[in-house]
């Protein structure tokens, strides 16, 4: 079966300070890789979507960037954190939008 | 440009009672309809996924129902418990995943 999984669950982290986020997902080949995400009180942002191995879109100019070195492997990264970046973060992934999509369990990243 | 609208923003009722939960998208067109929960905290759990071609999906005390050419979708709790108390979210694809705003749901000992 297939399986999604996202680290760390919970991030403290200073602003100016760097960003790693990873998901990785098991048990499929080639699957559409998508980063959200959730602020307090608002709804889901797409920011990153991936259909493969280094190809990335960006639904929103932002202090985030992401990557997907391997096929099942996707990462979030920023440079230099902001306030704002604080938020919850959740990864997903589908075989394609027939399938329906399945999220990890987030990452609650406050940035102080 | 596709919307998904949840209604109510939010629902609280007495355990052991039958409810009904919306949600409606402005383009019709549409592959399928998922069914999310989330936790306070938690990441998203898949409840129900919707083909275009089927009228409902029933999982346990579950039933989601579609109807395209109305543009609604409806889920319906079955005999709520207090472990159903969470936020409801509905979601159609297009070129990325369009979301409600979901709907709260409280179940009252």
């Known amino acids: 079966s297939q399986t999604i999984h996202q680290w760390p669950a919970t991030l403290v982290q200073p602003v100016g300070s760097p960003l790693s986020l990873e998901c990785t997902v098991e048990?499929?080949?080639?699957?559409?890789l998508y980063w959200y995400r959730q602020a307090a009180g608002r709804g889901l942002q797409l920011l990153f979507y991936?259909?493969?191995?280094?190809?990335i879109s960006s639904e929103v100019p932002q202090n985030l960037s992401a990557s997907r070195p391997q096929d099942r492997q996707f990462i979030l990264s920023s440079k230099k954190l902001l306030l704002s970046d604080s938020g919850f973060y959740l990864c997903?992934?589908?075989?394609?939008?027939?399938?329906?999509?399945?999220f990890g369990s987030g990452t609650r990243l406050t940035v102080v | 440009k596709q919307e998904v609208t949840q209604i109510p923003a939010a629902l609280s009722v007495p355990e052991g009672e039958n409810l009904v939960l919306n949600c409606s998208f402005t383009?019709?067109?549409?592959?399928?309809l998922q069914w999310f929960r989330q936790d306070p905290g938690k990441g998203l759990t898949s409840l129900l996924l919707?083909?275009?071609?089927?009228r409902e999906q029933t999982s346990g005390r579950l039933n989601a129902s579609l109807d395209k050419s109305s543009g609604r979708s409806t889920l319906y709790i079955a005999a709520s418990q207090p472990g159903d108390s969470a936020t409801y979210l509905c979601?159609?694809?297009?070129?990325?995943?369009?979301f409600g705003k979901g709907t709260k749901l409280t179940v009252n000992p």
């Open positions: 997903a992934w589908s075989v394609n939008r027939e399938y329906g999509y399945t």
């Open positions: 048990g499929t080949s080639n699957p559409n």
């Open positions: 991936s259909v493969g191995i280094g190809q």
């Open positions: 383009d019709s067109a549409i592959y399928n």
């Open positions: 919707i083909q275009s071609s089927q």
């Open positions: 979601a159609v694809p297009r070129e990325k995943l369009v």
